[in-house]
Structures are given as structure tokens and as C-alpha cells.
């Protein structure tokens, strides 16, 4: 039944169905208004229950065709609502205004018709969400906004650009002759001429506390770039922009004295650092050396060879801290000669491969090596770049996952030569990259493996000293190094 009454005939049955019963509704209705009889009150309820179930069945039905998959909007349907609504106002005032009966007569048959069409067409229009957007208003709005919007934008961006002293100036002119043009219509000469002089004072006025707004906003912009010993005067009364000029020198003197305070601290923990590992290093090589004398002794017990054997171990891992609290510290401070130089970028990673070949393979771990195209080389200080790389191929070979791949690829691109370094972490990696790079800061929290956390903290800063950047990024167990170098001109020409 109801694959029936989906058909077209049936909703063309439906709206003649509703269409008629409207029509003998109201004039049955008029005609039991006026006359009382009691045919026209039958006839009225009938209409009713003709017109309930056939207007329930064209809203539940409204959009829904067969041969058609979900919503279906008919022509009916694609008439903008608001031509629709105007050409059904229009029907109406030409019957209003109709001399004679049969005119006004059709025109009321005409209007509810198109109310009985209007009706499953705005059900229709409803689920489909085009109520608003398939309107002639509506497309004006987006004309409006595509043209209209796009030239205030540009309005606004040409505004921007100009200072703000010639900007306030232009739109003070702007209103002030939009003034004049409506005061000297109405208004005598001697009137005008008061007016322009009052509103000249005004203007220098404005300008005389914008001029005095621009030094503040200098003064803001040059303490966000870092400039903390600005200090700003103005000479305008108002309290509001003192108080603001004395709001920005006081962040400036405050932001001064705690980035003072700051570098302060960091000297001197450098210096610390650097002083007490050189004395240090004097007590630790004699335990180097005894220690390496023990082990040459003919010591036959076990127990003690293998007390000889930790207490060897141990002073190197000292030794090695030592060194890179030192490096570290002269790496940070760029207490380091640097000899910037063209470097052979394919080489030097090669060179480094082989120089791990073994180490890596003890580990179980392939390098995958993707040199650069052509033959780039980049400006570095080649013993610089080669600890840098060292500090990175030994962390790969303390944490990277057996039996996994690294992988090494350079290439170039915008004057600029990447290399990048990446591996599968055996442990996770509980902080982010830009923490790794911070002096003793490891990637396992527990600290249960060897290392002293300053490995990336050197690396980062011997790169900089370099001219190049370093980068860290992590990816759950993904470690990866990014480090950017500028290319010689002469490969960069090619």
C-alpha cells in the first residue's frame, strides 16, 4: 500500500484532494457563517476529515519519490521561497483589487492551490535544510560577502598599512568634511567658520595624544624582540596612558633584572661545573693509572681481579662524565674554536658508517644510508660535526632496539642541507624532544642505563656554534635528529 501512495498519481490525488476540500471548506463555511444552514456544517466536517489525513500524508511524504534514493527536491521545490511568496502576494492584491467577482473569485482558487503546493514544498525544503539557502535574499547576502566583503577586507588591510598618526589623521579629515558638507547647508558663514576652528583644535588635540599612543606601542614591540632597556616618556596628561607608560617601564626593568639574574646563575653554574671537573680530572687520572698498574700486577685471586675489573669500568665512566661536563660546559659558553669550512656531506656520513659498522651489527641493528643527490658539501667545522655525529651513532647504539633498522638520509633543498637520524627506542621515551636537548635530561626516567644526559645537550650546542640548527622530534618509540646545515655557494648555484 504504501509503495501505492509513493507514486505520483498519488500525491497529485492527494493535493487535488486537499485543494478541493479547502476550497468547498471556506465555502461552506462562509456559508454557515452567514446563513446557519445546517448542510454547510455537514459539508464542513467533512472537508475536515478529507483535508487532516491528506495534509499528515503530504508532510510525512514531502521530498520522498520513488526511483529516488533519500531526498528528491522537485522543480516546485527549487523555486526560490521568496519569488514563490511574492508571486502569491501579488495573486492576493490583484484579487484585493479585482472590480469584479470572478476576478477575485479565480484569484482565491489560484491562492489556495499555491498554499496547497507551498505546504509539502516547505516540508520538503525543511529536511533538505534549504529553507534560508534557496532564497534570492540569500544569494544577494553571498554576492555581497564574496564582493562586497572582500572589498571592505582590503579596506581594513590598507588601513593597517598606513601609520597610525596618517590613519587617525585621515579619518578625522574624512568625518570632519562629511560635517561641513551638512553644516554649511543649513548653518551661516560665521557659524561654519567657529566650527572649523573648534574642530581644528580638536583634531591637534587627538593627534597630540595618538603621537604619544605610537610610543607606546613602539616601546611594546620592542620588549616582545627582547629590547629591555627602552624606556618610554610621554608628555600627555591623561592619567591612563602615564599610568601605561609606567606600566611598560616597570616590566622592562623587571624583565631586565630577572633576565640579568638568570644569565648570573647560568655563568656561574657553568663556571662550577668547568672548576670542579678540572679538579676532578687531577685525583681521577692517578685512579685511572693505579688502577691500570693493579691490573698488570700477577694478582692470581679471582675476587680481586674482578674488584680490579669494576673498579676500571667505573673510573672510565667517570673519566668520560668528566670529559663531557667539560665539553658540555665550553660547548654552552662557545669556549670552542670553530674553523667553518667546506665539508664533503656524502663522505663524511659514509666515513661514519663504517666507523659504526661494527658496533651496530654487535647490537643487531642495519643502517639504511641515503646520501644527498650530487655532491653537496656543506659549511661545518669537520671535527665539530664529526663529534656531533659520534654523541648521536653512540646513543643509538645505547638505546636504539635490536634487530630494528637506522636510518641515515641527507639531502638539499631551499640552500640547505639536512640530515636527519633515525631509530626505534629499546626503552620509552618519557619526555619530548625539545627536553632531551637540556643538559642531564635522558630519555628512560629511571635512569637504569649508562649515560650522562649530556650527549644531545653537546650535540645541539656544537651544531649551533656551527651555524646549523638541531631538532629533536619523537614519535612514541620513534627517535628522530634533525640537523640543517647551509650548503657552499658553489653547490648551491648548481
Given at each position: 500500500m504504501?509503495k501505492?501512495l509513493?507514486?505520483?498519481?498519488?500525491?497529485?490525488?492527494?493535493?487535488?484532494?486537499?485543494?478541493?476540500a479547502?476550497?468547498?471548506?471556506?465555502?461552506?463555511?462562509f456559508?454557515?457563517?452567514?446563513?446557519?444552514?445546517?448542510?454547510?456544517?455537514v459539508i464542513?466536517?467533512?472537508?475536515?476529515?478529507?483535508?487532516?489525513?491528506?495534509?499528515?500524508f503530504?508532510?510525512?511524504?514531502?521530498?520522498?519519490?520513488e526511483?529516488?534514493e533519500?531526498?528528491?527536491?522537485?522543480?516546485?521545490?527549487?523555486?526560490p521561497?521568496?519569488?514563490?511568496?511574492?508571486?502569491?502576494?501579488f495573486?492576493?492584491?490583484?484579487?484585493?483589487?479585482?472590480?469584479?467577482?470572478?476576478?477575485?473569485?479565480?484569484?482565491?482558487?489560484?491562492?489556495?492551490?499555491?498554499?496547497?503546493?507551498?505546504?509539502?514544498s516547505?516540508?520538503?525544503?525543511?529536511?533538505?535544510k534549504t529553507?534560508w539557502?534557496?532564497?534570492?535574499?540569500?544569494r544577494?547576502?553571498?554576492l555581497l560577502?564574496?564582493?562586497v566583503?572582500?572589498?571592505?577586507?582590503?579596506v581594513?588591510?590598507?588601513l593597517?598599512?598606513i601609520?597610525?598618526?596618517?590613519?587617525?589623521?585621515a579619518?578625522?579629515?574624512?568625518?570632519?568634511?562629511?560635517?561641513?558638507?551638512f553644516?554649511a547647508?543649513?548653518?551661516?558663514?560665521?557659524?561654519?567658520?567657529?566650527w572649523?576652528?573648534?574642530?581644528?583644535v580638536?583634531?591637534?588635540?587627538v593627534l597630540?595624544?595618538?603621537?604619544?599612543?605610537?610610543k607606546?606601542?613602539?616601546?611594546?614591540?620592542a620588549?616582545?624582540?627582547?629590547?629591555?632597556s627602552?624606556?618610554?616618556s610621554?608628555?600627555?596628561p591623561?592619567?591612563?596612558?602615564?599610568?601605561?607608560?609606567?606600566?611598560?617601564?616597570?616590566?622592562?626593568?623587571g624583565?631586565?633584572?630577572?633576565?640579568?639574574?638568570?644569565?648570573?646563575?647560568?655563568r656561574?653554574?657553568?663556571?662550577?661545573?668547568?672548576?670542579?671537573?678540572?679538579?676532578?680530572k687531577?685525583?681521577?687520572?692517578?685512579?685511572v693509572?693505579?688502577?691500570?698498574?693493579?691490573?698488570?700486577?700477577?694478582?692470581?685471586?679471582p675476587?680481586?681481579?674482578?674488584?680490579?675489573a669494576?673498579?676500571e669500568?667505573?673510573?672510565?665512566?667517570?673519566?668520560?662524565?668528566?670529559?663531557?661536563?667539560?665539553?658540555?660546559?665550553?660547548?654552552?659558553?662557545?669556549n670552542?674554536s670553530?674553523?667553518l669550512?667546506?665539508?664533503?656531506?656524502?663522505?663524511l656520513?659514509?666515513?661514519?658508517?663504517?666507523?659504526?659498522e661494527?658496533?651496530?651489527?654487535e647490537?643487531?641493528?642495519q643502517?639504511?644510508?641515503t646520501?644527498?643527490?650530487?655532491?653537496?658539501?656543506?659549511?661545518?667545522?669537520?671535527?665539530?660535526?664529526?663529534?656531533?655525529?659520534?654523541?648521536?651513532?653512540?646513543?643509538?647504539?645505547?638505546?636504539?632496539?635490536?634487530?630494528?633498522?637506522?636510518?641515515l638520509?641527507?639531502?638539499?633543498a631551499?640552500g640547505?642541507?639536512n640530515?636527519?637520524?633515525?631509530n626505534?627506542?629499546?626503552?620509552?621515551?618519557?619526555v619530548s624532544g625539545?627536553?632531551?636537548t637540556?643538559r642531564?635530561?635522558?630519555?628512560d626516567s629511571?635512569?637504569?642505563?649508562e649515560?650522562s644526559?649530556?650527549?644531545?645537550s653537546?650535540?645541539?650546542?656544537?651544531?649551533?656554534?656551527?651555524?646549523g640548527?638541531?631538532?629533536?622530534?619523537v614519535?612514541?618509540d620513534?627517535?628522530?635528529?634533525q640537523?640543517?646545515?647551509?650548503?657552499?655557494?658553489?653547490?648551491?648555484?648548481?
Amino acid at each position: 500500500m504504501k509503495k501505492h501512495l509513493n507514486k505520483l498519481w498519488a500525491k497529485v490525488i492527494t493535493a487535488i484532494g486537499m485543494t478541493g476540500a479547502a476550497i468547498v471548506f471556506f465555502m461552506s463555511f462562509f456559508s454557515a457563517w452567514y446563513y446557519a444552514e445546517f448542510l454547510a456544517m455537514v459539508i464542513n466536517v467533512a472537508c475536515v476529515v478529507v483535508f487532516i489525513p491528506c495534509f499528515s500524508f503530504q508532510l510525512r511524504s514531502a521530498g520522498y519519490w520513488e526511483g529516488h534514493e533519500g531526498l528528491h527536491l522537485t522543480w516546485l521545490d527549487r523555486i526560490p521561497l521568496d519569488l514563490y511568496l511574492c508571486a502569491g502576494l501579488f495573486v492576493f492584491m490583484v484579487g484585493t483589487e479585482a472590480w469584479d467577482a470572478e476576478t477575485a473569485f479565480l484569484c482565491k482558487i489560484v491562492l489556495i492551490a499555491m498554499a496547497a503546493l507551498l505546504v509539502p514544498s516547505l516540508a520538503a525544503r525543511y529536511k533538505a535544510k534549504t529553507l534560508w539557502t534557496n532564497t534570492i535574499l540569500y544569494r544577494l547576502w553571498q554576492l555581497l560577502q564574496r564582493h562586497v566583503g572582500g572589498f571592505l577586507k582590503g579596506v581594513g588591510r590598507v588601513l593597517l598599512s598606513i601609520p597610525l598618526v596618517w590613519s587617525a589623521l585621515a579619518i578625522l579629515l574624512v568625518l570632519s568634511a562629511v560635517d561641513l558638507l551638512f553644516l554649511a547647508m543649513r548653518s551661516p558663514m560665521s557659524i561654519v567658520v567657529i566650527w572649523m576652528l573648534v574642530r581644528l583644535v580638536v583634531i591637534l588635540l587627538v593627534l597630540y595624544v595618538i603621537l604619544d599612543i605610537r610610543k607606546l606601542m613602539q616601546a611594546g614591540e620592542a620588549l616582545a624582540q627582547g629590547d629591555f632597556s627602552r624606556q618610554v616618556s610621554v608628555s600627555c596628561p591623561l592619567p591612563a596612558i602615564q599610568d601605561h607608560a609606567d606600566h611598560l617601564n616597570s616590566i622592562q626593568s623587571g624583565l631586565q633584572k630577572a633576565v640579568d639574574a638568570h644569565m648570573q646563575s647560568e655563568r656561574l653554574k657553568t663556571e662550577l661545573i668547568t672548576n670542579v671537573s678540572h679538579d676532578i680530572k687531577t685525583p681521577l687520572t692517578s685512579i685511572v693509572n693505579y688502577v691500570d698498574l693493579l691490573s698488570k700486577t700477577d694478582i692470581t685471586d679471582p675476587t680481586a681481579l674482578e674488584y680490579i675489573a669494576v673498579l676500571e669500568r667505573q673510573a672510565q665512566r667517570l673519566r668520560k662524565l668528566t670529559e663531557d661536563l667539560v665539553e658540555a660546559s665550553k660547548a654552552a659558553t662557545g669556549n670552542i674554536s670553530v674553523n667553518l669550512a667546506p665539508v664533503d656531506l656524502n663522505v663524511l656520513l659514509t666515513q661514519v658508517c663504517a666507523e659504526y659498522e661494527q658496533r651496530l651489527g654487535e647490537k643487531h641493528l642495519q643502517t639504511v644510508f641515503t646520501p644527498a643527490e650530487g655532491n653537496p658539501h656543506i659549511v661545518a667545522d669537520g671535527q665539530l660535526l664529526w663529534r656531533v655525529l659520534d654523541n648521536l651513532m653512540g646513543n643509538v647504539c645505547k638505546y636504539a632496539m635490536p634487530g630494528t633498522r637506522v636510518y641515515l638520509t641527507a639531502d638539499v633543498a631551499d640552500g640547505r642541507a639536512n640530515l636527519s637520524l633515525k631509530n626505534i627506542s629499546l626503552y620509552p621515551i618519557t619526555v619530548s624532544g625539545e627536553e632531551l636537548t637540556e643538559r642531564f635530561v635522558r630519555g628512560d626516567s629511571s635512569r637504569s642505563t649508562e649515560g650522562s644526559g649530556l650527549g644531545l645537550s653537546i650535540a645541539a650546542s656544537l651544531t649551533e656554534l656551527q651555524q646549523g640548527t638541531f631538532a629533536i622530534h619523537v614519535d612514541g618509540d620513534l627517535f628522530k635528529a634533525q640537523l640543517t646545515f647551509g650548503v657552499c655557494r658553489e653547490n648551491a648555484n648548481e
